[in-house]
Each structure stands twice: as structure tokens, then as C-alpha cells.
């Protein structure tokens, strides 16, 4: 997790966890890691929640495709098995790409509602209404949102097509282990996943 300068709170402190992070289906906080089940809500850990939706529209419903939250030691170790190939690719696409400016005019007019800040694509600038599907994750420790290691972000579609196209294929089949491991989700129906 890197450290940034989009940080509307000290480090000590945070926002509440806003509602679009919370568990879809009870509605309360994400509480143990996908990877080690290590209770998140201790406070002593950041943490990363990322939640993949998708949009029906003929049914005008968004749907959660999955969510899960991570420690920060689970998520280094996962970064950690990507291919040197493939961060150093995300990595350069991410630096090149990301309209940071646009990321910190959003936090600059809406300080206390994160959820304002994910209207839109972070690549792209795709506004979130009019995209099917997109991926969004944030960082927490303990029950607050923090940004001192990364912004909360939106990544939609079209850009999530281009960064896959990014992985080697160590990093895809580490990703595909993942999605078959912890959501049982058969290999055709996997969406690719993009870890920040």
C-alpha cells in the first residue's frame, strides 16, 4: 500500500466506513479477512474491502457480483505472488493513466462523503451511472475509511479490460486460484480481478 498525498483526514483518525462498503446482503461492517479470517475490526491491521458490481440494466438492479476485505498482511502477500512482469505493467498503466487531479477535485468538494468520490472511473472518467460493470475497493483500519495508503477507487470496465490485458499468465492464474478458492465461482464465469 502506497502512501499518496489524497488524505482528507490525519493518519490517527478516518471516516466512518460508508454504506456502499459495508456487507451487501447484512448490511453491517466486513469483519474478518477472506485469507486468514484475522478480525478486522480490532483496529490494529489496515485492510482493503473491494467489491465487484454488475448493472441489469433492463431490470434497472446493480447487482454485487462479490465483495470480500483483506488484511494488509494477507493483500502483501498477495501482491507478492503477481509476476515482477505484471506490477511493474499495473504499475505504469496506473501512473499514466489515473486522472489523479479529477480523484482530488471530488475529495476537495465532498471532504466527508466518500461515496461522492466514486462517481467515477479513475482511468477513464466514465461516470459510475453509466457503466454495467465496475470494480471499487478502499483502505480501513479498524471501523473508519483512511486514505494515507490509497484513495478509495472506481475502476470501470473498459479500464479493468486493459489492465488484464496487462497480467502475464502466472498473474491471471494466481488471481483465477483466488476467485476459485474463496467464492467457488467456476472458471468460466470468473470475471478477472484487479488487484491495487
Known sequence: MEENNLTP????????????????????PLTNCIQCDYDLLNGERYYVIEKVFKKYPQ???????????????????MREQLSAES?????????TNT????????????????????SHCMIKGTARESMTEYQM?????????????????????QAIEEMNGLLSKQSKDEMDDF?????????ELRKDLILI
Open 59 to 77: 431490470f434497472q438492479k446493480t447487482e454485487v457480483l462479490f465483495e470480500y476485505a483483506v488484511c494488509s498482511d494477507c493483500y502483501e502477500k
Open 9 to 28: 483526514e490525519s493518519k490517527s483518525e478516518g471516516l466512518p466506513i460508508p454504506d456502499i462498503f459495508l456487507n451487501s446482503d447484512t448490511k453491517a
Open 99 to 118: 486522472d489523479f487531479a479529477a480523484m482530488q477535485k471530488r475529495i476537495e468538494e465532498h471532504p466527508s462523503d466518500p461515496e461522492k468520490w466514486l
Open 87 to 95: 506490477m511493474a505493467n499495473l504499475s505504469g498503466y496506473m501512473m
Open 137 to 157: 475497493g478502499a483502505c480501513f483500519k479498524g471501523d473508519k475509511l483512511v486514505t494515507n495508503f490509497m484513495p478509495p477507487f472506481l475502476i470501470g470496465e
Open 179 to 187: 476467485m476459485g478458492d474463496n467464492f467457488g465461482i467456476p472458471p
